[in-house]
């Protein structure tokens, strides 16, 4: 930034002596192109200062908001993660992580992870709109200074940038061992992990 000022004033002296030289120059044919090529300094450092700071916001616009987006999508699998499975193993923790990761890579589920974990479907037989994960649905309180809370972030971080050896492949369902759901029975077991069993 300092170095593209420092060229700008260099260019604004250089360009002030060429148009004393061109003003002696055109001296004798008139004022008009004098007040023509006075004008091209400022049209010049102005379309260079306009291009350049143009390119730098949309530089760093587009990074905020790419970081924005990944700390987002991070911080909604954490959630997922510590309020699903905060009491699980560490290897339960990475396979609800992956259960997550897997439905934002299938055609039938959102295209982000925030989405994904907060997607609701119409249950026909409730009549009513249904969490897929069922916190979302509740005001559950997030501890975000606790060891839980951090390991839930540690989980999301390794899972989101895919530095795992996944646990349940292909998996996109799973339920707690205490409730037998109407659609087990349709789905393939993957993996009994803890006190939840994997379904793809």
């Known amino acids: 930034m300092l170095r593209s000022l420092y060229y700008d004033v260099r260019g604004w002296f250089v360009l002030r002596r060429r148009r004393l030289a061109m003003y002696w120059a055109l001296r004798d044919r008139g004022d008009a192109p004098f007040f023509a090529f006075l004008s091209l300094p400022f049209v010049a450092v102005g379309l260079i200062v306009y291009f350049a700071y143009a390119a730098r916001s949309t530089y760093d616009g587009s990074q905020i908001d790419a970081g924005k987006l990944r700390a987002r999508e991070i911080r909604c699998l954490a959630e ?3 309020f699903e499975a905060r009491g699980e193993t560490l290897k339960g923790q990475y396979a609800v992580a992956e259960v997550t990761m897997n439905r934002l890579a299938s055609p039938y589920f959102p295209d982000t992870i925030c989405e994904v974990v907060h997607d609701t479907r119409w249950d026909r037989s409730r ?4 969490a897929h994960f069922s916190w979302t649905a509740l005001k559950l309180r997030l501890e975000s200074g606790s060891p839980a809370w951090k390991q839930a972030m540690d989980v999301a971080t390794t899972v989101y ?3 795992y050896e996944p646990v ?6 799973y339920h707690a061992t205490s409730v037998n759901p109407y659609w087990a029975s349709s789905k393939k077991v993957v ?3 803890g006190n939840h069993i994997f379904y793809r």
Request: net charge positive; glycine share 6%; aromatic share 16%.
């Open 161 to 163: 940038h895919g530095y």
């Open 80 to 82: 997922n993660i510590y």
């Open 168 to 173: 349940v492949p292909d998996a996109l369902f």
């Open 191 to 193: 993996a009994r992990i």
């Open 127 to 130: 009549r009513q709109l249904v």
